[in-house]
């Protein structure tokens, strides 16, 4: 590993840094090793930020559960995603295809790979005035260590990594941080969003913008703005790329995209604070899905002035609460689910939500 990055780990996870410079020297040495190693070391860090995050829901799942998740939650990026998907999969050919020879250049891929989700793990979890060293290709190691020693070793730091062993600096990393890192700016004539870090490579789903959902969705079929990073930097002149739509389309969304980026903050920070939670999401308010509201079935009795709504969903095999798709408004797509409708069925759910609370805190002070 360069110096700068190993001086860079090191006051931000030095357990890290060891590692990675130890799996560094088996590359040349013994690939196969090298590329499980990676592997690990990957699982071991999406492990590590599912700790961060505090998603100790995810303790029991497997590396691409737990990867999966934090790509739901927008906690990696896509460069971060595919860069783990990558090491993950070559990790398994590595380990559970032993008549295949592992070559050097597919190591150093690999490891090139790591690097990217290293950077990451910096870029979001490292003070914001810390600088991502450039990859360098490693270059060959030998020295008196036996093969043998050195990945007793690389298991040695694994564990302790994993058991949070000896290293202050990580109880240090919040996840509030990446609320707070900016990726980039997105200007309409005289005015700019600070789109944050979190939020770079967001899917921009078009019921999120109720008077944009049709631009969008034209948008979408030529490939302008399904995500939030293919979005351009000056968004004067967006409609130029779809027929029959004017400058104020770029002016209605952009006012649209600023309220988005604010309540996908506070979204973060909620989810923050219910760590472990399922939450239901309508616009810039949220309800806890609990047991039992989670089980209240979706009918017109529970739901009154909703029978249109409830029939619908029921068409769609929602029957009970917990069936809901925790972002509401994905909802309004199915037939006679219109935005008064959402609304509705929001303030009753919240509602209910209060109603048990109360009960279960009734209940409480009773026993």
Known sequence: MTSQMYDVLKDINPQLAELTDEIEKLIFVTPRAATQSMRTLVETLVKHVAKIEKMHHLQWSNFAEQQLALKQEGILTDTADKAITLVRKQGNI?????????LIR??????????????????????????????????????????????????????????????????QLVPTQTTKKIARSISYQDQTIEIPLFLRDAFLLPQRFPKSTTFLIRLNGEQQARIMSELPSQLEGLHEYVKRFKETNDATFFEELKTYVEEEIERKKIQEMYAGETLLFYKADYIILTD???EVPLTKENFPGLTSLVNSLQE?????????????VLLGKYRNVGETALANLFSQLKAKSVMYSNMVSGDMQLS
């Open 106 to 171: 597919e190591a150093l891929t690999v490891w090139e790979y790591a690097h990217l989700v290293i950077s990451w793990y910096i870029e979001t979890y490292a003070s914001p005035d810390t600088e991502v060293p450039p990859y360098i290709e490693p270059k060959p190691y030998r020295d008196q260590e036996n093969d043998e020693s050195l990945i007793e070793r690389i298991k040695e730091l694994i564990e302790g990594m994993m058991n949070g062993e000896g290293n202050q600096q990580q109880q």
């Open 292 to 294: 039992v509201l989670g």
């Open 316 to 328: 769609q095999a929602f029957t009970k609460v917990a069936d809901l798709p925790k972002e509401l």
């Open 94 to 102: 590595a380990t559970h295809d032993g008549s295949r020879k592992i």
